[in-house]
């Protein structure tokens, strides 16, 4: 009796396919964002993406209504004059129909959609407008990037991966901020990197990780800033990683309030700069406060190391 009322609870994690949002402030074009949408589709994962038209890197939580793209998207990604947003009009139709949720709109919507304005505003026009034709209603998690470069420490505070992450949370949707520190921007039809299929397989993993610890994925108000190190010969596949749960920002002896426990650190996480400049392939998971963007308290790192328990590691001591 128990039991069956356990398996029953379980099967919907498992057969549901759980609805992602994706933003950067790279670029709706920008390929990271493109190739880690690939690697959540292979996961298994339903997603589409609402980003800017253009690099819009740096823009914190500006938010602006959508304006007419002037002198197109990127990388020559949309033509001139092109509306406010809108998506790529020579997109085959089929993108859209694997997805199982289907309004009446679906036949104009690509999964590739781009707003002309902030990363803020293009989250919230696909949390707002976007995910209701996609998915019948709110996407269960958001995340943002992978960002080209790293957002550490108090370059959070400008990052416009983290403010469309941070602006999901606010919206109510559990979210993740992904940088990493190798490449520049690319375009989507550019040839495929390493580092691009590393960072993606990474996020994927983190990803897959949250939702598998069950709703709520995350405690409220609160966001996981994730940052890789350099992709190089040393640490060229996603076997070579190892993720630390982090600070966002230096913690102020006799101050700041401890930090959660774990791999014997007497109440002090390290900060994320010193996680991804460890050396090895160490990656950095904070657990960030939606409301300054800085380190979240000790309660809600305790939920995150159990979440994540599977896939934390400690720096070497
Ligand atoms: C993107 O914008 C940022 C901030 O304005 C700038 O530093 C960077 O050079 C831009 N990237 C490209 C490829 O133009
Ligand atoms: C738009 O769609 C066409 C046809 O599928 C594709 O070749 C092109 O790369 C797409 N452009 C963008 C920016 O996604
Ligand atoms: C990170 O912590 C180290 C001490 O472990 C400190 O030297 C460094 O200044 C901190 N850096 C940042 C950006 O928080």
Known sequence: ???????????????????????????????????FYDSLVDAGFESFISAPADNESGKSSLDAPPTEVDDGCQFQSCPPGSPPT??????????????????????????EQYVNSYPVTA????????????????PDIAVAGPNVGSNLGIVTQFSGTVGAAVEAVKEGIPAIAFSGSSGEQTAWNAPLENYM?????????????????????????????????????DCAAPSDYKFVLSRVNIAIP???????????????????????????CYASISVGDAGDKTTAGKEAQSVVLEKLGSILSCLPS
Not at 199 to 212: E, F, H, I
Not at 214 to 232: K, M
């Open 254 to 280: 006799f101050l700041t309030p401890a930090d959660v426990e774990t791999c014997g650190n007497d109440g002090r996480l390290p900060n994320e700069t010193d996680v991804v400049g460890t050396d090895g």
């Open 1 to 35: 009796m128990y039991l069956s009322a356990f398996v029953i609870c379980l099967l919907p994690l498992a057969a549901v396919a759980v609805n992602v949002i994706q933003s950067n402030d790279d670029g709706w074009a920008e390929k990271n964002l493109r190739v």
């Open 197 to 233: 299929s590393v960072y993606a397989d990474l996020s994927t993993t983190v990803t897959q990780a949250l939702v598998n610890s069950g709703t709520p994925y995350l405690p409220s108000n609160v966001f996981l800033n994730v940052n890789y190190p350099e992709v190089n010969e």
């Open 86 to 111: 809108g998506n790529n009009a020579s997109m085959p139709r089929f993108n859209v129909d694997s997805l199982r949720h289907r309004s009446k709109r679906s036949s104009q919507l690509t999964v």
């Open 123 to 138: 989250m919230k026009f696909g949390i707002q407008t976007l995910s209701e034709d996609f998915y019948g209603g709110l």
